[in-house]
């Protein structure tokens, strides 16, 4: 995987305990049109601190085009903002 670090929008589910779980991001392309991928399996959750800023990573893996690719999206808890990290 190579490291990205790319803000992106998403979609993300909630639960009743609180636990954000992210359903589908749209991110610009280097060609500057923009991909909407839906996340298919969440492999693994975790929290990790970057730059001492408390982060949940999830470990994902989705179908795009055509191929089965895992990635990192990390959700920023002090700012509320997503990140593709690594693809």
């Known amino acids: 995987?190579?490291?990205v670090a790319r803000p992106i929008e998403v979609v993300s589910y909630t639960d009743n305990k609180g636990d954000v779980?992210?359903?589908k991001?749209?991110?610009q392309t280097e060609n500057e049109t923009?991909?909407?991928i839906k996340v298919d399996k969440i492999i693994s959750r975790e929290i990790e601190k970057l730059a001492g800023n408390p982060m949940l990573l999830f470990r994902c893996q989705s179908l795009i085009d055509n191929v089965q690719k895992q990635f990192e999206v990390k959700y920023e808890l002090q700012t509320c903002k997503w990140m593709l990290y690594k693809i």
């Open 1 to 3: 995987m190579k490291i």
């Open 34 to 36: 923009e991909m909407v």
């Open 21 to 23: 779980r992210p359903l």
């Open 25 to 27: 991001f749209r991110l």
